[in-house]
């Protein structure tokens, strides 16, 4: 039986769960990381190139606005320099045109780029990309510039940028070192994940080994991780309980063997020896009367345990109704009435309450304790119940002046076939389950008893019923 | 009168007619539900006890086709079933009582009494035996000449052994009819409350009534 719904996702182990979402989380920051890494080198060649070509054209322009045109420094900037640069990265080319877009002067080979005539309208500075007819990718700063004359013209400073090209659009490495991390981060992940999860392999271990012979071991919550220690607790309490309950049905199952063993045994003691010769007929009505008796006492056992099992079976609806306690209780101190009256015992009920509950099973209640308070009270005793209730419980106390229980037998009064005195009990009828069955009753009414007792002064026993269907908080 | 008993647990089925047979009632027994249903269904009988499990058709089905046939039959279930939804199942299928297993045969035999005089007349208000007499109505015990002081429990106590005379009365039933205690309860209270009344009815007369039946319980009726 499983407490929760388990969907696809809980099926899938936590180690693995762990394992894709560290590598998940690992491979999405080193690729975040690397794009911008990447993009960031894009920029800055792009600025690097940009500030190259802005100093050129500034240079142009410079010796261009000087009022009086230095041929030699034009010719230096526009055919000189540039013509320096062949075979150097930053090879560059420079064209100078007038307002009806004639070349003024221009750096050689230029032609092979082709670069498109600035229009006639647009007077502003312009930068863009050419990718020119040989195949060559360029940089090109294009500015409006102003001869003596005050004649407009345009400088064009183009720079060839197809090694920058090349070697940012080769994206291989950048995939290279992606693919890598991503194994990588996988085999962290299953790493740190193996690692982290250790001690709930070992916790796993512990538990396999804890059986049903071994079921006193416990697990040292000081060996394993925080987080697990309060796991550990917990499972401790339950391995505390599970153990008290073993114990108590081990004990009942041998106090159940032994309880019937012995009527059984007698009845055919008894029954062998009047068979082995030949007896009067009275003699044989006397082993059979008492056999009768014996049968009786075993049926009434059977019957008493009967109740029991079946009051603890979670799927037992019983019927309840709305209960006068007074009444109910009143209809038992009747029923002893006459026993009670043997022995000079008052019984006494004050107070009333209405409770939802089945009548028969509170009846055996009353039954049971008052039998108990009656057979354990001496004469001239008395007994009362004392019934009181609020808006949320009702109280019930019957308090007696008998001879009391001993501390040493209180916790274990409700437990099935205990006896705080065998050979009274004996003698008295009792065979040990009237509390135990007093207590399943209470359950079934989700209430609580308590019992205080002091010997040779009395008993007070105290129940309380929720008024209403639900548990007792 | 003939009682039919369907019991397929051959020593139960045995002991059941021999100790009905000394009572004076004439048994038949069929030891599986199909024998049960056509001896049922063929004899006249004043009393059928019916097991529920059995074999070839259960109880419920039996009950249900000699209800059909003979709704005045008084029918017992005698059963090991004992949750409460199989005792409603029961009464509400007609039958007319219910007795789990394990059961004491005293028991049986009083309740078995109680359905055939259910069919009968009623009783009168006044009942009498040897000097005794008492009076259902007025709750007034005579015997002799002196009127016995009796309390209404007490009363109603001797009340039920007068009208089950010659019966052997267990102290459960007696419990159950007096006091309304229908669970397994210390029943030696019963002993106690039959003394008392003996003191009162018995005591001061030769002539005793009461008798204790060791094992079983007790019977009112003149020896």
Known sequence: MYLNNVNFLNKVSIRTRFTLLYSIAAFSLLALITIFLYWESVNILYKTDYQFLSDQVDAIEYALENKQIHLADLKQQVIDEPMDTEGSIYKYYVRILDDKNKIVMETPGIHSINLFNPGPKTRRKQTYRWHSSTDANYLVIQSPISFIDNQGGWVQVALNISWQHTVMSDRKYFTIALIISAFASLLLGFYITKRGMKSLYFLTHCVKNITVTSLHQRIDPDTLPKELTELVSAFNQMLDRIESSFVRL??????????????????????????????????????????????????????????????????????????????????????????????????????????????????????????????????????????????????????DNGIGIAKEHLPRIFDRFYRVDSARSQQSGGIGLGLAIVKSIIDLHHGSITINSEPDTGTHIFIIFPRTKGTLS | MRILIVEDESKTAAYLRKGLNESGFTVDIADNGEDGLHLALNHPYDLIILDVMLPKVDGWTILTAIRRAHPDVRVLFLTARDNLEDKVKGLELGADDYLIKPFAFSELLARIRTLLRRSNTPQSDILSIADLSIDIVKHKAVRGKARLHLSPKEFALLALLVQRTGEVLSRTLIAECIWDINFDSDTNVVDVAIRRLRQKVDDEFDNKLIHTVRGMGYVLEQR
């Open chain 1, 250 to 399: 081990k004990q009942f199952s041998s106090d159940l063997a032994h309880e019937l063993r012995m009527p059984i045994n007698n009845m055919m003691g008894e029954t062998e020896i009047i068979l082995s010769r030949n007896h009067c007929a009275a003699e044989y009505q006397q082993v059979m009367l008492s056999n009768l008796e014996e049968y009786q006492r075993v049926s009434h056992m059977i019957e008493n345990i009967l109740f029991l099992s079946r009051a603890e079976n979670p799927q037992l609806d019983i019927e309840k109704t709305q209960l006068n306690v007074h009444e109910e209780i009143a209809c038992i101190c009747e029923y002893y009435e006459a026993m009670a009256e043997e022995k000079n015992i008052s019984i006494t009920h004050t107070g009333k309450a209405i409770l939802h509950g089945n009548s028969v099973m509170f009846r055996r209640m009353i039954n049971n304790l008052l039998s108990n308070a009656i057979k354990y009270t001496g004469i001239n005793g008395w007994i009362k119940f004392a019934i009181q209730s609020d808006t949320t419980h009702v109280c019930i106390q019957l308090s």
